[in-house]
């Protein structure tokens, strides 16, 4: 859990778990030159919940720490631009975005040698 964000960064619940297998299917739909944005996602996974009669909430929130939960645990790899969420096996791809998620690391770690000086 990430201090200040412990809403967002709790460990999924069972509940929430249950929901990978549906985030994941509906990311096997979206493509490099098709890719969902999180209000589409969120939609596609609460009409599969519905239409199995499923009562779980779910919100771009839950979506964010789903996708967390995909990539921490190798399950399928999706990547992530600004313009949206998709999946694939291109190994160019997943390298391009290693190392955007190492740039962003990289970064917030710059912010917090920033805030240490004003200790």
Known sequence: MITNFEEFTANLKDEEIAIVPIVVQV???ASELNQYKAPLIV??????????????PFNERKLR?????IRVNGIVPLIATSSGYYITNDARVIRKQINSLDQRARSITMCANGLTKWL
């Open 27 to 29: 990311l096997q739909c």
């Open 65 to 69: 720490k789903c996708v967390n939960y």
């Open 43 to 56: 939609a596609k996974v609460q009409a599969v919940l519905g239409i199995n009669q499923i009562r779980i």
